[in-house]
């Protein structure tokens, strides 16, 4: 038996009926022509079993990212904002479709070039703060690039940038 649920339907233009919205500043939106292409989703399917259900979450989910853009993702619970943002962050794979960042597809890639990809050129910030009490904020944003092979210093230094 298939089921089917609200369902998280990206694309640069939103149809009306769609569940959830990305939403463009209008920085964005006057730069997004003539910038460069940093994410291209397309055709992004995925779906979970649940019991005898296949719940279908993410159905031809297209979207792309320009270098610079601030873009939000808003919808209801439950409609594929959480499994769209772990696809094309590579912490999930899709049923079908392509996820290219930098031009590179990530979909067929292996594990290590897409830990790579998420060590060198992806970040996520979580709802929740998920800091690590222990540490202070720059100790926090010190302990990801200790799995760069850069000195103690320059990883001070680059912290302290990002802090800035």
């Known amino acids: 038996m298939t089921k089917k649920k609200n369902i998280l339907q990206t694309n640069t233009t939103i149809p009306p009926a769609s569940s959830s919205h990305l939403r ?32 279908h979450v993410l159905e031809n989910a297209n ?19 959480t ?3 772990h696809m094309i962050g590579l912490l999930d794979l899709p049923d079908r479709g392509e996820i290219s960042i ?22 996520f910030v979580y709802q929740s703060h998920n800091l690590l009490e222990d540490f202070t904020a720059l100790g926090n944003v010190i302990l990801p690039l200790r799995l760069h092979k850069i000195s103690a210093e ?3 230094k680059q912290a302290k940038e990002m802090l800035k």
Do not use: W
């Not at 594990?111 to 050129?121: G, H, I, P, S, W």
């Open 24 to 55: 463009r500043s209008r920085r964005a939106k006057n730069h997004n022509a003539t910038s460069k292409k940093v994410l291209k989703v397309k055709g992004l399917y995925k779906s979970f079993k649940q019991g005898t259900n296949l719940i």
């Open 63 to 81: 979207f792309d990212l320009a270098e610079n853009e601030v873009v939000a993702l808003i919808g209801p619970s439950g409609c594929g904002k």
């Open 83 to 85: 499994t769209f943002l």
């Open 102 to 123: 930098d031009k590179k597809n990530f979909v067929k890639a292996s594990d290590n070039a897409r830990t790579l990809c998420r060590r060198d050129d992806i970040g």
């Open 154 to 156: 320059e990883r001070e």
